[in-house]
């Protein structure tokens, strides 16, 4: 008789294979040697699986007992489904016994403005090329996906496992014990205040719907809400979350801010990073560095010592740049009172957009170019990155293959549940940045969140590499799964799927289908690995 494919073998060794099916690989294992090993090591790597995944040995004895609940598929997806039904209860009604400040209803997810905020947000980003600027992160999280397997498999095949394993946690418990030795103080309230009359000597966590600063905090200020004043002085750094953030006062050191809009009426001593819809600097601000913002609206009435770099919808200068001042987007003046001691740059969609009053002063060349939409299929560097992109993808699969070849080609195989892929993957890609902002709340859980970042995109990238294969096997219509078919699958389903992407219209509902599907099988086969394989 012929050896069976090593799909077959992985899903006989997960316990996955119909009885008559099962009963003929039985009968091949005891006359071929070479196909015994490669079911051992299918079940070695069962094994390592169940040990990274914390699966406790009563747990497993456990459900040897029910060999019924085993044996039927039905009752184990059931049971997951009610699991998560009712997890998903206890969440909602944890949340609800929670007294969230009126003024944050637009940050929570459970209530009813903040589940509304998020629709429309989640429609407006994913509508406007939301999706390619997802799998654009995620290609870059590939090139650390290799390293990442690499690191893995000297993990799971070094024969010093166990030790390692023990250091590792060791080396995770200390890190966490070392956290709460940081100078750090907490507040949560309705209003957080540090009143004129008081000093913070530690660095202070804020977190309410009004925040404000009218004292002296001597280290950084880091603060979540709907309204964050500052009219004191910060000796660090400010990093914000705001609706609005508002300095009148003095931050000493740098300004990270994620907010809808930034003013800045006070002193700034090194520079402002912004990501918000609207940032002001008015006549009495002053920033002893620079700025790099991202904005709809920029106005500069102030004093910015160095560079400023903008990439705004529209951008009014009246104050003083010591350095240069670059600008990409849309409408850019500059009144007479505006001052640029070096460089101007700017890059807008037309001629006409760019204003320069006649009593500015530019102390350096004038670059001002009209950004031409031109097709980026004609450039050949545009192919050559494809290229590189698809070459580091088919790298990270077969990197993949053969360090975990079942998990792989299951989750492969998983892809093919079609919609209940779909589902499992829509959940992930929109529960994950929910998990992780209610997460990063605490201090210990930032590190977590760091961590769950990495590995969402990893997961986000990894997932047209599982999609890719299982288009490719159904075009080509294989009956083996070898290593080289599946590579050869991989290339000329990624070929499709980089072409489909770049489709006008439907490009990103191609590209948010293909992460929905490869995140939903890799939610599967997480899942099904977590479950005990079934013995000859």
Not at 102 to 111: D, I, K, R, V
Not at 374 to 385: C, I, N, Q
Request: aromatic share 8%; net charge neutral.
């Amino acid at each position: 008789m012929d050896c069976f494919s090593e799909l077959t073998y992985t899903i006989f060794a997960d316990g996955e294979l119909a009885a008559e099916e099962a009963r003929q690989v039985r009968s091949h294992l005891t006359a071929c040697a070479r196909c015994r090993e490669l079911v051992e090591t299918l079940r070695a790597e069962n094994r390592v699986l169940k040990e990274v995944l914390g699966e406790l040995p009563q747990e497993a004895g456990e459900r040897v007992g029910l060999p019924w609940f085993r044996r039927s598929w039905v009752w184990g997806d059931l049971a997951l489904v009610t699991a998560m039904l009712a997890l998903g209860a206890a969440v909602l009604q944890w949340f609800d016994e929670r007294r969230v400040p009126a003024g944050l209803e637009w940050l929570n997810p459970f209530s009813s403005a903040g589940g509304m905020n998020l629709i429309f947000n989640l429609t407006y980003y994913f509508g406007h090329g939301g999706a390619a600027v997802l799998t654009h992160y995620a290609d870059i999280m590939g090139w650390l996906a290799l390293l990442g397997l690499l690191a893995s498999s000297a993990v799971l095949l070094g024969r010093r496992w166990g030790r390692s394993r023990s250091g590792l946690c060791l080396l995770t418990v200390v890190l966490a014990l070392s956290l709460p030795s940081i100078a750090l103080e907490r507040r949560h309230s309705e209003f957080v205040t540090v009143a004129a009359n008081e000093t913070v000597d530690d660095s202070l966590v804020a977190a309410g719907n009004t925040v404000r600063i009218e004292g002296v905090v001597n280290g950084d200020l880091l603060a979540f809400g709907r309204t964050v004043e500052v009219s004191g002085t910060v000796k660090g750094d400010l990093v914000s979350w705001a609706q609005r953030t508002e300095v009148r006062g003095i931050v000493e050191g740098h300004i990270y801010t994620f907010s809808q809009s930034l003013d800045v009426g006070g002193q700034v001593g090194r520079s402002i990073y912004a990501w918000v819809q609207s940032l002001r600097v008015d006549d009495k601000g002053h920033v002893g560095d620079g700025i790099v913002a991202g904005a709809a609206d920029v106005g500069l009435e102030g004093n910015v010592m160095r560079s400023v770099t903008v990439f705004a919808g529209s951008a009014d200068v009246s104050g003083s740049i010591g350095r240069d001042l670059t600008m990409a987007g849309g409408n850019l003046t500059l009144a007479n009172s505006a001052r640029v001691g070096g460089n101007l740059t700017a890059r807008v969609r037309r001629q006409e957009e760019v204003r320069i009053a006649e009593g500015t002063t530019i102390g350096g060349k004038r670059d001002i170019k009209v950004q031409v939409q031109t097709t980026r299929f004609a450039h050949p560097k545009f192919y050559f990155f494809q290229a590189v992109w698809l070459l580091a993808a088919m790298l990270v699969g077969w990197l993949g293959l053969v360090l975990f070849p079942g998990f792989f080609q299951g989750t492969t195989q998983a892809v093919g549940a079609g919609w209940r892929s779909v589902g499992l993957g829509f959940a992930v890609l929109v529960g994950t940045p929910v998990v992780m902002i209610v997460g990063a709340a605490t201090l210990v859980g930032i590190p977590l969140v760091l961590m769950l970042l990495a590995l969402y995109l990893a997961a986000i990238y990894l997932a047209k590499v599982w999609v890719g294969a299982f288009l490719g096997k159904i075009l080509l219509k294989r009956g083996t799964a070898t290593t080289r078919d599946w590579l050869l699958d991989l290339l000329v389903g990624l070929l499709i799927i980089t072409v489909a992407g770049f489709i006008p219209y439907v490009g990103g509902l191609i590209r948010f289908a293909v992460v929905c599907l490869g995140l939903g099988a890799l939610a599967w086969e997480l899942y099904r690995a977590s479950r005990p394989a079934a013995t000859i």
